[in-house]
């Protein structure tokens, strides 16, 4: 187990830029799958996307090209560079490490990011 931490959050325009990052306080390595969720008001949480320990990615239909993820297990971290935001993208962003095992899965407190059109 280890206590994720995001930052990076704030308020961006229409279009802008933002880089959010997720620190873990221990080792990441061991961990498979890394994934990054959002919440937006209102709405359920959902997938952003997710980064494995071999580099593998997958991003929702919403973010490709547009969001990138990647992680460092020597800074056991993972980032999230999101360009192009919209208003669409306002949300808590997540980090979270799944386990199989739902009360055993790891989560950030959150960041918040807001797009201001």
């Known amino acids: 187990q280890v206590q994720l931490m995001e930052s990076g959050g704030g308020l961006v325009q229409n279009g802008g830029s933002l880089r959010l990052s997720c620190a873990a306080s221990?080792?990441?390595?061991?961990?498979?799958?890394m994934v990054w969720q959002r919440q937006a008001p209102g709405k359920r949480r959902e997938l952003v996307g997710s980064?494995?320990?071999?580099?593998?990615?997958v991003y929702a239909e919403s973010v490709k090209g547009r969001f990138s993820i990647s992680r460092d297990n020597a800074k056991n971290m993972m980032y999230l560079q999101m360009n192009s935001l919209t208003p669409e993208d306002t949300a808590v962003y997540y980090c979270?490490?799944?386990?199989?095992?739902?009360?055993?899965?790891?989560w950030g407190k959150g960041t918040t990011v807001t797009v201001s059109s």
């Open positions: 221990g080792s990441i390595a061991s961990f498979y799958l």
């Open positions: 980064i494995t320990s071999g580099g593998d990615i």
């Open positions: 979270h490490i799944p386990t199989g095992n739902a009360n055993a899965d790891m």
